[in-house]
């Protein structure tokens, strides 16, 4: 079975999913924070492929992609770091960037190098639902992987219908129309749009992402979704920290240690 | 209409809608609406009216005499350069903000390199009280400074981008941010035909008067509406879109494009995207791209700054790789050369963008008797520091 749909069918709330950048702070921290995030509780983790051009990402993740790529990072070296990552890491994994270099690796090789390493499954915000659908779905079914995709408070009830349909791991809710980072706070997000994705009874969980930063925001979105997704919050935490074992034991302990 | 888009916005392989679900909402409103307004009478007529009144169209189709015997051949020049704000780029901004009123939004934003588009732009939100912000890499925005302040007196706030190289695409990657950040009351004018379908023939179409005028004009300076060829610079390509648009089913007219080399084709820096390119996804859409092997966008380099865009829009894409349309690549150096001959053979100041066709009249063979038609699209003098430094006058 699918580690994510293991995860979901386990755990129902407070699920956390972490994204970070691939090859930032450093060309090879990358093994070290997955170990260190599921050590410290972390449910799931989303590792960023960076993108010379990240049209969805708000300034901070734009700057570590940036980083990312000057310190030298690039798909066939991320695969080379994860390849025994499943010696050490149980939790799911999930790759996120955008559709081009995807498209340069050839998408029947991606899938297959995903499966032999253990990856679960991906996001690609810009890769649409037809696409995906008539052009793709079959490797990733075919390899096991899920491709997550996104919602956001202006999709029609009929799309999320067929985006839950079409969906296998869970479904990403964006928190705000926004781009990451934005910095909109969670508790000014439409509660009436999160409490009508919540009445519709989606078969698939639901994660909400953009704009989640720490407890309290963190806390608020688990209210109305499974959990929550937290990227250039954690991205500002490693970049300004010295050491990367405190780091990311101080961040993901804020997030989610009880009082 | 073999090279008109499909239902899915394809021309053949290249275009598509590849966006994030946050822009969705947005880009389905466009789909589902832009021909049924463009189409409607009452938009024709205020777009009509707005081009002959406000634009100053029909633009002339002059036959220059002394560049024609410079070459031995007829060469005819299409005159976008006396559009009011001076090249082609206002024919699409009056079909975008008629449209955005349509749809009801109250504030445009666009993208620019040069800042022809912004100037254009920001024209014609003045035109109509819309508010309106401009994003311009911080690179261009010390390059194009009286563009700049035009833009800024106006009324358009210009946002300067610095991440990236600074320059389109860093402002093509912020306008789409802004527009993912406010999907309700905002509509972005983007300046080409790029990004996502249904963009690519929305402003082809409306790029499209030029093309039916050279017909027209053609028919009654030559007797044929057909030319023998027409020559375009391409960027983006959207005045060459306009240029091609309806001549694209009379296969007897060849087509020729012209990239910007830069420094040369086999150099790094270079602009020319169909020589030095290969397929991949850039700004919401499928077509050639400079890239690296791990499908990292290249930085482009050209003298000019409206054709220093690492991708083209998928119709070029398209044409070249059908064969409909053959494009050429054109350095620095030779377009020097071919602004300096035209403005002295004919007293004509072209842009360093149009200049780039003009460079192809040394590299195509000609017939006494051929017709050429070169787009001229914008007028020089927002290049004047440029060729004044260049030629030391």
Known sequence: MNRINKLFETKKQNILSVYFTAGFPNLNDTVEIIQELEKNGVDLIEIGIPFSDPTADGPTIQKSSETALKNGMNLNLLFEQLKDIR???????????????VYQYGIDRFCEKCAEIGIDGTILPDLPLDEFESHYKAFYDKNNLHNILLITPQTSEARIRQIDEISGGFIYMVSSASTTGAGKKVEDFHQDYFE???????????????????????????????????????????????????????????????? | MKYQVDEKGYYGEFGGAWIPEMMYTNIEELKNRYLEIIGSEEFKSEFDQLLKDYVGRPSPLYFAGRLSEHYGTKIYLKREDLNHTGSHKL????????????LGKKRIIAETGAGQHGVATATVCALKGLQCVVYMGALDVSRQAPNVKKMKMLGAEVVPVHSGNKTL?????????????????????????????PYPDMVARFQSVISKEMKSQLLEQTGSELPTRVLACVGGGSNAAGAFYHFLDDEQVELIGVEAAGKGVDTEETAATLTVG?????????????????GQITEPYSISA??????????????????????????DEEVLQSVLLLTQKEGIIPALESAHALAALDKIKMKPDDVNVINLSGSGNKDMETYLNYFGY
């Open chain 1, 87 to 101: 010696k050490s890491v149980n939790i799911p994994l999930i790759l996120m960037g955008y559709i081009n270099p």
């Open chain 1, 196 to 259: 009508r994705i919540q009445n519709m009874q989606l078969k698939n969980p639901r994660l909400i992402g953009f704009g989640i930063s720490d407890r309290a925001t963190f806390g608020n979105a688990c209210k109305y979704a499974n959990g929550a997704i937290i990227g250039s919050a954690f991205v500002n935490a490693v970049s300004s920290s010295t050491d990367l074992k405190t780091g990311i034991k101080v961040f993901v302990e804020n997030i989610i240690q009880p009082d």
């Open chain 2, 91 to 102: 024919n699409n901004t009056i079909g975008q903000i008629l449209l955005a009123e349509k």
């Open chain 2, 169 to 197: 695409k860093d402002a093509t990657n912020e306008a789409m941010r802004d527009w993912i950040n406010n999907p309700e009351d905002t509509h972005y004018i983007i300046g080409s035909v790029v990004g996502p379908h």
């Open chain 2, 278 to 294: 290969s397929p991949g996804v850039l700004h919401a859409a499928k077509t050639m791209l400079m890239q690296n092997a791990d």
């Open chain 2, 306 to 331: 409206g054709l220093d865009y690492p991708g083209i829009g998928p119709l070029h894409a398209h044409l070249h790789k059908t064969g409909r349309a053959k494009f050429l690549a054109a350095t």
